[in-house]
């Protein structure tokens, strides 16, 4: 009898150290990464895409492209236009040039029709003092007197063509200078509309933004595709984090920063640990998610914390997942 009692001492003892043991674990969830769905930046006919799911692909790696002939001819287009600006602008500014250098010849016209004068008025003094002495006929000082008024005309001519010369190139230059300027407005538009297309047919290529796993694929090539369509999906899977739910009890003892403890459970009691940080912590309470256990078992209010983990690739997106604070 005595023995029976001291056996059922040890099983109470058992049964009061099983109800005191700890709990595993202070939070459960499902593991999460950060994914991307790549779209297309560009309409046209998908002419390749280099990639499957389940591929790992580098960041800034080219793995498709859209078809850009159309962007292609219309850049040729806009560069034949430009051309022929380019030329419509040298031909204004040699007529310009054209008007200067006539300017310049009537200007170097004045010039030696006035050196001419200057030397027939000192023939006329010379020859007014031969004549003076009459050592000369009176009618050369005439002949001289003649040149001197025929030259006087010339130059008075030349100054007026000179004036009307420089008011016309004025003009001129006014006229020309605001179709030079019209021609580089218009070379500054398709300047821009090149710049446009250039961004548009870069935009065709297929780029991976970061390193990841490819998850899923929506097209294949061949297929049309328009601008802002989903072309395929990568995550990050190297960097993984899992959202779990506490109760505000257990909310005063976890911080941002804090280390942690997280396991991912495999089923059939296979666990495999992890050191994680706590990088997330919600500032809203929201009602317990219906497969989510806490510490409480499940509180009404429960707050959502991202605790990120160092995948070594045993840890997949929706996996279950346990945490210790």
């Not at 072309?231 to 804090?258: C, E, H, P």
Request: proline content about 2%; overall charge neutral.
């Amino acid at each position: 009898m005595k023995k029976i009692m001291i056996m059922a001492g040890a099983a109470l003892m058992m049964l009061a150290a099983c109800g005191k043991k700890e709990k595993a674990f202070d939070a459960t969830g499902t593991f999460e990464a950060t994914e991307v769905t790549i779209s297309a930046k560009a309409t046209g006919e998908l002419k390749s895409l280099d990639v499957t799911e389940g591929q790992t692909v580098e960041g800034g790696t080219q793995v498709g492209r859209i078809d850009t002939y159309q962007l292609v001819l219309k850049k040729q287009q806009l560069e034949t236009q430009r051309g022929q600006l380019q030329a419509s602008k040298r031909q204004l500014s040699s007529n310009r040039s054209a008007t200067s250098s006539q300017q310049l010849d009537l200007n170097k016209q004045l010039s030696s029709i006035q050196q001419q004068i200057a030397n027939a008025q000192r023939e006329r003094q010379r020859y007014s003092e031969l004549v003076r002495d009459g050592a000369v006929p009176r009618k050369q000082l005439d002949d001289i007197d003649n040149q001197i008024k025929v030259l006087n005309r010339q130059l008075e001519a030349t100054r007026d063509q000179l004036r009307s010369s420089n008011a016309a190139l004025a003009e001129q230059g006014k006229g020309i200078g605001a179709q030079i300027d019209g021609i580089d407005a218009q070379i500054a538009g398709i300047d821009a509309q090149q710049r446009q297309l250039d961004d548009q047919i870069a935009n065709a290529d297929v780029v991976v933004p970061y390193k990841g796993t490819v998850l899923e694929k929506y097209v294949e090539q061949g297929e049309f595709v328009s601008t802002g369509k989903p072309l395929f999906k990568v995550a990050d899977v190297d960097n993984m984090f899992i959202r779990a739910y506490v109760t505000s009890a257990q909310l005063q003892g976890i911080k941002v920063g804090q280390q942690c403890k997280v396991f991912a459970d495999y089923g059939d009691g296979q666990r495999k640990e992890y050191p994680g940080t706590v990088t997330w912590i919600s500032s809203r309470s929201e009602f317990t998610p219906k497969t989510i256990l806490t510490d409480n078992e499940r509180a009404d209010l429960v707050y959502a914390v991202k605790i990120a983990i160092k995948n070594d690739g045993y840890v997949k997106i929706g996996m279950y997942g346990e945490v210790k604070f």
